[in-house]
Nanobody
Framework: QVRLVESGGELVQPGGSLRLSCAAS????????MGWFRQPPGKAREFVGA????????EYADSVKGRFTISVDNAKNTVYLEMNRLKPADTAVYYC???????????????????WGQGTQVTVSS
């Protein structure tokens, strides 16, 4: 059974940085697609960024492009979300997600993902 566990969320001041981790288990995640989403208070879940299948690259939401970076440690089966120059608008519960291999994959769509973590809270406030 696939399991995703996020960690690293905390309270941080505007302009600060955080690194979130998503530890995956239950199958091999080498060269696999993985996504990060977030849900701000009172709003719908939204796409943050994703690693594409077969190391084909990454995609990011316009709101985080240039500030957030996704990286992968295949040896640890862990995906990271490095967040810099954080803003109060980045406050949200952050989730990592994984699709099933072989299905149609639209990285920006939550419906493309079959497995989700429990989320980790990021609060940006002074």
């Amino acid at each position: 059974q696939v399991r995703l566990v996020e960690s690293g969320g905390e309270l941080v001041q505007p302009g600060g940085s955080l690194r979130l981790s998503c530890a995956a288990s239950g199958r091999t995640f080498s060269r696999a697609a993985m996504g990060w989403f977030r849900q701000p208070p009172g709003k719908a879940r939204e796409f943050v960024g994703a690693v594409l299948w077969e190391d084909a690259g990454t995609e990011y939401a316009d709101s985080v492009k240039g500030r957030f970076t996704i990286s992968v440690d295949n040896a640890k089966n862990t995906v990271y979300l490095e967040m810099n120059r954080l803003k109060p608008a980045d406050t949200a519960v952050y989730y990592c997600a994984a699709p099933t291999y072989g299905r149609d994959f639209y990285p920006h769509s939550p419906d493309s993902y079959d497995y989700w973590g429990q989320g980790t809270q990021v609060t940006v406030s002074s």
